[in-house]
């Protein structure tokens, strides 16, 4: 258990000292600070049983209306980016098959997550990079409200690209190095 703990707080660490101080996901913040988040680690490496534990997770937001979102964190599995990125789209395809859509939806971030057409040591590509391989479960009818009392919801995906892209890939790599650390 302690093992999680560790990934657990690590993640947590790059939610506050990422996600939320530097404005990645605006919504966020309010959720830390609620204390709405769920952090989950995956049990299991096999791809049925990863699926078998985010329908798992999805059932608990069902039951849990005051847990706002789960990060599913999957640190003993799909360490490879494209293996990641296979398990999305079977994961999205589960949710539909589940009759989930339209409930949740999910956001993926990997460690070596790089955004298509893009090379690797772009900057942007860690504005989804995170401590371990991670679904984040999202209630839409709460993104629906987030995003439509949003200014300008369009604008966050340019905002963060260009702001990584002049904080430099550097400064992302030590910041995520700072959140493994401080655990």
Partial sequence: MEKNSTIITQTENWVKQVIVKYN?????????ERGSIRYAVAS??????????????CLYLDKHQKTETTLFIMADAVQ??????????????????????GIYQLASFHPGYCFAGEPADDPANYTNRSPYPTLH??????????????????AIPQ?????????????????????????
């Fill in 80 to 101: 490879e980016l494209d293996n990641f990125l296979d398990l999305v789209d079977l994961a999205n395809d589960l949710l539909f098959d589940q009759d989930y859509e």
């Fill in 24 to 32: 990645i996901c605006p919504f966020a913040r309010k959720e830390v």
């Fill in 44 to 57: 299991k490496s096999e791809i049925e049983d990863l699926l078998a534990e985010l329908i798992s997770e």
């Fill in 137 to 154: 479960i999202i209630r839409e009818s709460s993104m629906e409200k987030a995003l439509a009392a949003h200014p300008d919801p369009d």
């Fill in 159 to 183: 905002r963060n690209i260009e702001f990584a892209r002049r904080k430099g890939s550097k400064f992302f790599a030590e910041l995520l190095g700072a959140c493994l650390r401080n655990s």
